[in-house]
């Protein structure tokens, strides 16, 4: 059983409430949860999985989006994004980016970039864009 370094705990021991088309996420700045996220838009390959970002109260597009409006925020520091699922466990992954487009499409998006195999197949298994790129049934 692989054991990811960051959850301390193997990937079998994902709950099967994260095995879904739209993994629930929560993203935390600085260890301060700064909204949820449903990851429903995929990249296999590369161990990406994007979704719309629900900020919570503690939210600050300018301290917390790496992308304000298609422009890098020099004032938001990406090292200190990370991500959990809803039962707490911490999504072992390369990078995070929040990209704040609420002015001009009234959207924020996150995106979780690298997260290794097998925890990658383990939330998004049955995803349909996993399915087709990997052509499993």
Do not use: W
């Not at 939210?59 to 298609?70: C, N």
């Amino acid at each position: 059983q692989h054991v990811s370094p960051s959850r301390k705990r193997p990937v079998a021991d994902i709950p099967t409430s994260a095995l879904s088309m739209h993994v629930q996420i929560e993203i935390l700045y600085d260890a301060q949860v700064i909204g949820s996220a449903d990851l429903s838009r995929l990249d296999p390959p590369m161990g990406v999985a994007v979704g719309n970002l629900h900020p919570g109260v503690a939210y600050d597009r300018l301290r917390h989006a790496t992308d304000i409006e298609d422009r890098e925020n020099p004032c938001a520091r990406a090292e200190k994004l990370s991500a959990r699922t809803a039962d707490g466990g911490t999504i072992d992954c390369m990078a995070i980016t929040v990209g704040d487009y609420s002015d001009a499409l009234g959207e924020i998006e996150v995106t979780v970039i690298g997260i290794p195999y097998p925890a990658y197949e383990a939330y998004f298994g049955d995803h349909p864009h996993y399915k087709d790129y990997y052509r499993t049934s």
